[in-house]
């Protein structure tokens, strides 16, 4: 029987506190094992002496948690194992991305995720059909985006083909992934705001004027558009060895 395995993070709350909310699907057929990745990935955290911690994005940067004890040449380290890690796992990954501010409210982001998650496993159709059994995993750490999924996967597949379970991240390997994507992808979109925000405040070249005077226009506020229904940032990829 064929399976397939769906693991679900976010970035971002839903207060819509955050500037972005992120949400990353990653897809695994389990006939394609990752035992030997995680062996791998577990034996070079052994080589290098480093702790074999359940990876958490946030906390690894930001030194707390599990993590508070560490220095940040370990936390680097760290980082760096999970990366190499992850380009060898044999997974799809899709990524939708939002600026909280172009939504009135947290039901009108719901919606819109709700919607482009349809539309997404309608363009996989297909390949998800194809499949006996597809297993979602998500801890339900947000209402929004546990009514999301179930509503849009219940939507576009059978229900009698499909089963929910809850993921703790310390639990799954593949969950770790998502988080892992989620804030790579968050921490691209961030960073892309900054270099543009950083190139619009460089003040243009002189220009002369009538009176022989020098003049510059100013730069506007920048706005990062992400459009609702077709995420600009949204990415999809398949990790290769």
Known sequence: MRELS???????????????????VVMHDQSDS????????????RAKGLPNIPFHASPLMNGKDQYSGLDLRTRKMLLGSFRVFFRHMPVKYHTFAYATKQF?????????????????????????QSYDMVKVYYDNGQHSIAESLHRAVEYALSKDA??????????YRLSQAADYICTMELTAIVGSAKRKWS?????????????GSASSETPSSPRRQIPRANPATASSARAAA
Do not use: C, H
Not at 6 to 24: A, H, W
Not at 199 to 211: A, L, T, Y
């Open 104 to 128: 009135a409210s947290l039901d009108e982001l719901a919606g819109t995720m709700r919607r482009d998650l349809v539309n997404f496993l309608f363009d996989n159709l297909a390949e998800l």
């Open 34 to 45: 990752i035992a030997e990745s995680i062996k791998a990935y577990e034996d070079a955290l």
């Open 199 to 211: 190139q619009r405040k460089k003040p243009k070249n002189p220009r002369s004027v009538p009176n």
């Open 6 to 24: 769906i693991f679900v993070d976010e970035s971002g709350s839903d207060g819509l506190s955050d500037r972005y909310y992120l949400l990353t």
């Open 162 to 171: 499909v089963v929910y379970r809850s993921a703790q991240p310390s639990e």
